[in-house]
């Protein structure tokens, strides 16, 4: 076994389920979305960009951009929270709409990167 890849898949699985873990609930209600898994879903999708990163292949390549697709959407989302939070004192229903909205957005980039992974997985020669 190779546990360079376990850590690999482990990652991109985690990012995948701590932004859905994020996502899910009433989309404008702030109660329903927790700033802590919010940051930690930010971190390990930052964490499996950077293991993508040694990666040459084709396949790699198309890993790596869903990767920084998600990441770019989550630091905009947490770039809107903190100017919602400190700017206006809280966070309202619709700042926190267009948050959750990018975290779905940076989800179906996770989503992506967990078929493509599976799909080479399945790909692989014993």
């Known amino acids: ?30 109660s329903h979305h927790n700033l802590y898994e919010f940051f930690f879903a930010l971190i390990v999708s930052l964490i499996a960009t950077i293991l993508k990163i040694g ?3 084709h396949l790699g390549a198309v890993l790596l951009a869903t990767s920084l697709v998600a990441d770019l959407q989550l630091i905009v989302a947490a770039v809107i929270w903190a100017y919602g939070s400190q700017v206006t004192g809280h966070v309202s229903g619709s ?3 267009s ?18 992974l599976i799909a080479e997985t399945i790909q692989l020669k014993r």
């Open 1 to 30: 076994m190779n546990t360079q890849r376990v850590w690999f898949a482990f990652f991109i699985v985690l990012a995948l389920t701590l932004n859905f873990g994020f996502f899910v609930g009433e989309i404008d209600n702030p």
């Open 99 to 116: 948050i959750v909205s990018l975290a779905g957005g940076a989800m179906l980039a996770n989503v992506t990167s967990v078929i493509l």
């Open 95 to 97: 700042v926190m709409a």
């Open 55 to 57: 990666d040459r292949s």
